[in-house]
């Protein structure tokens, strides 16, 4: 396994439209992370799975934000209605719940800019 | 809540030579865990250090080491030998170790961005 996956790497889109992100974690962890990273700043929380269950949501997280992990192996995000706001790099990270200091581990990204 | 502060928004450091990154935090807790994650230019993060605040001995990873300063909350990273490939930014991060210790996230810092000179 070569760790985190994600696709797309970039993304172009125009305001108002729906655009869905996958992220491929590790194969042995259990634990999904989405978070989101503006220019000049460090990646903020955006939601957390655990297995198939989404078990924590940030307030950064409006309606038109939607995570999925069905099964519990692969995740999707989806925006609807895109707002020049939403332009971001979105992180993807998984760790093993059976390590105590939890260890997150990230994904290349998909760079969102919204036009 | 916590927070994660980088003073230094850049550094720079001469190939050879060590460099240290600065990071305070604040927290009530007692019991978490402090990391380090490098970030090439589009390249993805990557960890190079992690420190649990239970344990009073510095970690070391290679040419990586921290200062941990429990009371002081704060997690310094040193660079020992600077090479060219270690130019990136570098976030510190935070994270609890509560009883619900897996359903927290990471709260990081704002990076701090190292240039390497040849």
């Known amino acids: 396994d070569t760790g985190v996956s994600q696709d797309p790497r970039h993304k172009i889109t125009k305001r108002g439209q729906n655009v869905t992100f996958r992220c491929d974690p590790i194969?042995?962890?259990?634990?999904l992370y989405w978070y989101r990273q503006t220019l000049g700043q460090g990646p903020e929380f955006l939601t957390y799975f655990q297995n198939e269950a989404q078990l924590e949501k940030s307030r950064l997280l409006s309606d038109r934000f939607s995570a999925e992990r069905p099964k519990g192996s692969f995740s999707t995000l989806e925006i609807q209605r895109t707002e020049q706001g939403d332009s971001a790099m979105y992180l993807c990270a998984s760790s093993w719940g059976g390590d105590h200091t939890d260890t997150q581990y990230f994904g290349p990204g998909t760079r969102l800019t919204v036009l | 809540a916590q927070t994660v502060t980088q003073s230094q928004p850049e550094m720079s450091v001469q190939e050879a030579e060590t460099v240290t990154l600065s990071c305070t935090y604040d927290?009530?807790?007692?019991?978490?865990?402090l990391f380090w994650y490098k970030q090439p230019p589009s390249r993805q993060m990557i960890l190079v250090i992690r420190q649990e605040a239970y344990k009073q001995q510095n970690a070391t990873e290679n040419r990586f080491s921290v200062n941990f300063q429990k009371a002081a909350k704060s997690f310094s990273l040193k660079i020992s030998d600077s090479q060219l490939g270690d130019a990136a930014m570098y976030f510190c991060a935070y994270r609890s170790a509560g009883l619900n210790s897996g359903n927290t996230p990471l709260v990081f810092g704002k990076g701090t961005r190292l240039s390497v000179i040849a």
């Open positions: 927290t009530s807790e007692s019991d978490y865990y």
């Open positions: 194969s042995e962890h259990n634990r």
